[in-house]
């Protein structure tokens, strides 16, 4: 069973100010990591893959980063908005097995 | 913008009940998967399904579960005999191509939104 953390478990902020969460995964045998936002009652919607060190990726005021030396994915939520309330999952693909291994998840609140 | 769905959205059922947990993948898609999340805990991988065999299956999925897409659009998880701790959130996802090459454009994996399954 492969370690997928995210920190914190939970967030809260004010309408407006800028946030970031982590994700930490094996540095070893690693093929890709994915970003999901999930609202509730909604299905999970995929924001990104990312797959090489270095890695950055954007999606309007989200943004996301990627150290696969060691282990760890930061996403940025730039100006959060009360339609930015979810929680965002990562998830890792290794070398080994086929399929996704989630994290816990972090649940963001924006409160305007 | 595409969806997968999934029936029913909640169910009861009493152990020991068999039950059956349906979902329409999106249909140009060639691969399928069941996930689960049981309440407070991480979303985990059940099974995957690729021309019309299983592709990858983890610990969890045991001889209780069983997977069928019996007439080319329905794709279904079939407890036989539910206990107590199969009570969770399950997922159903489909994509186009495999896990590894959902990093290529137009590659993405969509989920459906969830059956609730509360084993009394």
Redesign the interface.
Known sequence: ILN?EQSPQSLHVQEGDSTNFTCSFPSSNF??L?W?RWET??????LF???LNGDEKKKGRISATLNTKEGYSYLYIKGSQPEDSATY?C?F?GTG?????????TRLTVIP | EPEVTQTPSHQVTQMGQEVILRCVPISNHLYFYWYRQILGQKVEFLVSFYNNEISEKSEIFDDQFSVERPDGSNFTLKIRSTKLEDSAMYFCASSKWGPRGLEEPGNTIYFGEGSWLTVV
Do not use: D, Q, R, W
């Open positions: 997928v093929y890709a994915h999901y009652a909604k299905s999970p919607e995929a893959v990312m797959t999952l998830a693909i097995a086929n399929n996704l291994f989630f994290g816990t998840g």
